[in-house]
């Protein structure tokens, strides 16, 4: 494992190969979306996918690594924005009204 | 900004809302795909989706969020298995014949 | 071609396979998902997709196909759902505030 | 009901509004992906989603949409499509080989 942070080697990696060129915001979206659908195809027949774990979780992996690349492309830091939306998401969902339901917070 | 991880926050959070018990893995790959795709609705008319960026950076987050959800759920920590996928797309896209090229590896 | 209608001839596929099983609208709603992410990678890098249009017509086919089981499924007729959905969606688009504009109908 | 096809249907509701601009092959099919996942969203947490029929039908609906809208981009029929991939998947999936099970053909 490298000293280097996550989006430096994200970085390194795509100026080496010249993608950067690519990876617009809306290209970057649209590769999530795929990405997230191959990651769905394990559960595709079946809620369990035991047999495929290491593919399972390169898929995963996969998703996750636009995800970074998007969020340099929009000079924001991945760890920092889920912890901002996370404050939003629990005042819409006091734990009192939402404890042990899954109901979205607009119908609580 | 919080000293606790972000894997940590998140449990947290899922645990005083006894919410586990819904985060099974595949319920977790069908919300990444559900949040990717209102990421990608900020361009679905529009290459561009200047007009709402603090929208769309909480998309992002969202999907970030359940993928990092999944990570715990599946035991793996997600910054260590993006590294571990990017050596592997390192020897698939070797820079000297995929340098300013977009084409998948398997028509190189 | 056939003079069974599309719904009959994927009837009978289904059957002589048994897989109605397999058919449950949450497996055929994942399944809409991720075909319909297989005919967006076609457009993964590039808003044209000229090179491979039958491996994007079939990948449309294949999206249509799980919406029609869904919608045999449900017990509806695709066509018939399809224009009652756009009497709907006439009303919420009025030619005169609609008209040259992709403006959701909520900002119209 | 009409006696216009859904086509001529579809056709008329997006000249009214000057649509067919916005209607290109890419955003059609970001479109499809946007809609497939509002489905699916129904059955984000549980695998039954009995109490939303209607709002199904009608996400079924619009997928069914763009659906029929990219295919007469396209030029193609979507009918006529659905029954020559369905003959592509017969050979792919040999009821001998394929009866009760979900194994995918490359792994039959």
Do not use: C
Not at 27 to 46: P, R, T, Y
Not at 48 to 66: K, P
């Amino acid at each position: 494992m490298s000293d280097l942070s996550v989006r430096d080697e994200l970085r390194a990696f795509v100026n080496e190969r010249d993608w950067a060129q690519f990876h617009t915001p809306e290209n970057l979206a649209k590769s999530i979306s795929i990405e997230a659908a191959e990651l769905l195809e394990h559960f595709q027949w079946d809620a369990s996918a035991s047999e495929s774990e290491q593919e399972l979780i390169e898929e995963l992996a996969d998703v996750l690594t636009y995800a970074y690349l998007l969020a340099d492309r929009l000079g924001v830091d991945p760890e920092q924005i889920m912890l901002e939306k996370l404050e939003k998401t629990k005042s819409k969902y006091p734990t009192e009204r939402s404890r042990g339901r899954s109901t979205k917070y607009d119908r609580l």
